[in-house]
């Protein structure tokens, strides 16, 4: 069919007209749904790092589900690990209610209104259990440290199996092939690279004698990862060094090392325990 071209001026004017606003609207659709998935994914947010090996609770009397054993002689401590749990459920459900910043507001709350008393075996527990969460969320230094302040005045006198089952999952986790080392007891992790293969990690503390920490490192290929030691606060005099090459080391801070890493390579880190609050061998011993 033949067009005048008045006609087919119109036509495309007409198709301009419909297409232009179009173009508008797909994109203003565009914004408000990439809107909404990141808001959702900051709502929710992915794990920063994660244990290698599940914790496990199932042997044990408290079980994390197990609100009748949050229940002591202290009102307020009860009430504090069941606000922190009903926010831990919040956030597995979906729960639009879950809010990370409120958590973390409960949980400083929480902290600071039991720094100078002795918990429970069964409250200990749930507040490592708390706590290891929030560390999962965030990876901060200074929730890490309260995992080990947790492990050191609280669970001291562990029962038999516990530090295995609840503690040590915490020593050494990771996200994909980004290693985090956050308390120093003794451990050994082992996973398969994202690249293929085989890597090995064996945390080594020696603080009878060096104070000193080595991370040896096991792998059938030469593979790039990431590791981040935790320095603790109230370290001082830290090193950390790779083949005699120094590496920034803060104190309250991770120290990050990315590398390629092969069979046999080792991290050694030192650094002063006179400042630990407690006795440092009596922490690793679990004594």
Not at 29 to 37: A, E
Not at 120 to 129: C, G, P, R, Y
Not at 210 to 223: C, H, V
């Amino acid at each position: 069919m033949f067009v005048e071209p008045s006609q087919e001026s119109d036509v495309i004017i007409h198709n301009f007209e419909f297409i232009y606003p179009m173009r508008y609207l797909i994109s203003f659709s565009l914004i408000i749904f990439l809107n909404f998935s990141c808001n959702r994914t900051e709502k929710f947010p992915a794990p920063e790092t994660l244990p290698v090996y599940s914790v496990n609770f199932d042997h044990l009397q408290w079980k994390s589900s197990d609100s009748e054993a949050l229940e002591g002689d202290n009102p307020a401590i009860s009430a504090g690990l069941k606000s922190l749990f009903s926010f831990r459920e919040f956030y597995f459900q979906k729960d639009e209610r879950f809010d990370l910043k409120k958590f973390r507001e409960l949980w400083d709350e929480f902290r600071k209104n039991t720094e100078s008393i002795q918990l429970t075996e069964a409250n200990a527990l749930a507040w490592f259990h708390a706590t290891g969460f929030l560390f999962e969320l965030t990876g901060d230094p200074d929730v890490a440290e309260e995992l080990e302040r947790i492990s050191d005045l609280h669970l001291g006198e562990i029962r038999p199996g516990l530090r295995d089952s609840v503690i040590s999952p915490y020593v050494i986790t990771k996200n994909v092939d980004q290693i985090w080392v956050n308390l120093f007891l003794p451990a050994k992790i082992q996973y398969t690279h994202s690249m293929g293969g085989e890597v090995s990690m064996a945390l080594k503390p020696d603080f009878d004698k060096n104070s000193r920490i080595r991370l040896e490192f096991g792998m059938e290929k030469k593979r790039f990862i990431e590791v981040l030691i935790r320095i603790p606060s109230w370290a001082s005099n830290v090193s950390v060094e790779v083949k005699g090459v120094k590496y920034v080391a803060k104190p309250g801070s991770y120290c990050l090392i990315a590398k390629k890493w092969k069979e046999g390579d080792l991290i050694d880190v030192q650094f002063s325990t006179e400042n630990f609050p407690g006795n440092y061998n009596e922490f690793l011993s679990g004594n």
